[in-house]
């Protein structure tokens, strides 16, 4: 073994002795103790990767990340609803999952869709973190336009009235679109909206799908492109619109 | 009143920050970090007990997200391959070390998410958890030998990142026109 083989696999050797007894660093470490410039390189190497190591683990998780994880699971574990509202608040926008069937599950492991229906009805029923909470609209909206990302205008009938949960920006077929979550009487509806320039083949009339107990309807205007879903039902979903 | 933990709780307290530190340095993205973090977390709500040993939970939960994240990113995104990146095998000056000290830890994530994906996985599981060469190619399925060169060539990647970060601060904005304006009688 020479030098440079022997600084190739101490390359994955841990600090503080962790990879001692492994002999696969046997030789390696021998040459170490023999060759000074080599023991010196391992020195400054361990520097390194100990400082990096402390570094990375000062990086924090978002606020409110432990909550959603908690409540998102526990919803999965016992496929009942989530029994303290305040939490939900916390963890808004998780899937209700006691609403959804298995099988609605197993096809939302897929994310992406065929359409932006199927993505946003995918989506919508696993869980989610959401990057701004407020119920207050206009506040989502500016939060929406400071991200450079499509904000709803013209809500049309209830959806318009209802109070907000939080929002969040997405990647659909690479393009930035947003997800509004709002709520109404404690059932939640996840709206996603598209810019028409990025989709122009989307079909602005108004279409209603079902899958399960979950609903969408969407629908466009001049600019943007909507898609509103909810494990409330189609029905309830339409009734928004009016 | 208070509430005594389960075992699930105790898990995700455990495990929920290093696996959105690693969710993140993979997806460069915190919205993506936080549902892939909380995806891993829900399969393991839901499929968890099938596995016997719970000692390996730790292991079961970053080949989980690793396995998420590849299955769900774009598949437009390819994997980059730099076969001809030198292995670490340049010395490491101190003031090197000591300028890496004075970095936070947000610009060190923030590099660590810029090394080439291929690189990425194993570095951040090397720095975050301290997993050994083993585990690493456990977690993720490759051999043990393509994780040795990963790190390495990963490390020397991740360096030249740094050296950038490092020099970014010391960068002071030349403001000609005050200057201009205090040369005036």
Known sequence: MNPDEAKFILSAYRAQGRDAGDPAFSEALELADADPNLGRWLQQQQAFDAVVSEKVARFTPPSGLRESILAGARIGIRKVWWRQPRALAIAACIAILSAVSPLIWRAAVSVEGN???????????????????????????????????????????????????????????????????????????????????????????????SHGKWGSVSWGDAEHQYVLVSAAGPDAVRSLLL | MAVAKDAFTGLVDAYYASLYRFAYSLSRSETDAGDLTQQTFYIWATKGHTLHDVAKAKSWLFTTLHREFLRTRRRDQRWTFIEDLPVAQTEIPAEEIDQ????????????????????????????????????????????????????????????????????????????????RRKQQP
Request: hydrophobic fraction near 40%; charged fraction near 20%.
């Open chain 1, 115 to 209: 359409t932006l229906s199927e993505y946003a009805m995918n989506y919508a029923s696993r869980p989610f973190v959401l990057m701004e909470h407020s119920q207050d609209i206009s506040q989502l909206k500016a939060w929406l336009v400071s991200h450079n990302a499509p904000e709803p205008v013209n809500l049309p009938g209830e959806l318009a009235r209802l109070k907000g949960i939080g929002c969040k920006t997405l990647k659909y077929q690479g393009k930035k679109i947003s997800l509004v979550c709002f709520d109404r009487n404690g059932t939640e509806y996840h709206l996603f909206i598209a810019r028409h320039s990025d989709f122009p083949d989307l079909a602005a009339t108004l279409q209603m799908r």
């Open chain 2, 100 to 179: 890496l000290r004075q970095l936070d830890g947000a610009a060190v994530m923030s590099a660590l998410a810029s090394v080439d994906e291929i690189f990425r996985a194993p570095l951040t599981l090397f720095y975050l958890e301290n997993f050994s060469y083993l585990e690493i190619a456990e977690t993720l399925g490759i051999p043990p030998g393509t994780v040795m060169s990963r790190l390495s060539r990963g490390k020397t990647q991740l360096r030249n990142l740094l050296a950038v970060a490092e020099a970014k601060p010391n960068i002071v904005p030349f403001d000609a026109s005050h200057t």
